[in-house]
Nanobody, 122 residues
Framework: QLQAYGGGLVQAGGSLRLSCAAS????????MGWFRQAPGKERVFVAA????????NYADAVKGRFAISRDNGQKVTYLQMNNLKPEDTAIYYC?????????????????WGQGTQVTVSS
């Protein structure tokens, strides 16, 4: 199971750190991703980190502002979000995939957390 937390209300230009806690014995061999879904829009890829070599991938919209990391010992994945913009407002979901390389497609993720709301005011 995955549980995401850390969302909240922040002003534009501010920062938040999301966390995703995992349970189970196979976390170290699961690639982790963050997706987001804005009201009335589809869920889209934000960032991912491979279990194999810790390669990270980011959506163009967040490159240079967001950073994904993981702590295998604590079974936690983080998403540090800096210089937040109103268009970052969405529900953020963490997800787990058995793939070590093809980590962008939503359909490659088997495990999903419940989501945490991020609201950025202008």
């Amino acid at each position: 199971q995955l549980q995401a937390y850390g969302g909240g209300l922040v002003q534009a230009g501010g920062s938040l750190r999301l966390s995703c806690a995992a349970s189970g014995r196979t976390f170290s061999t699961i690639s982790m991703g963050w997706f987001r879904q804005a009201p009335g829009k589809e869920r889209v890829f934000v960032a991912a980190i491979s279990w194999h070599d810790l390669t990270t991938n980011y959506a163009d919209a967040v490159k240079g502002r967001f950073a994904i990391s993981r702590d295998n010992g604590q079974k936690v994945t983080y998403l540090q979000m800096n210089n937040l913009k109103p268009e970052d407002t969405a529900i953020y979901y963490c997800a787990g995939s058995h793939s070590s390389t093809d980590v962008l497609p939503l359909t490659n993720y088997r495990y999903w957390g419940q989501g945490t709301q991020v609201t950025v005011s202008s």
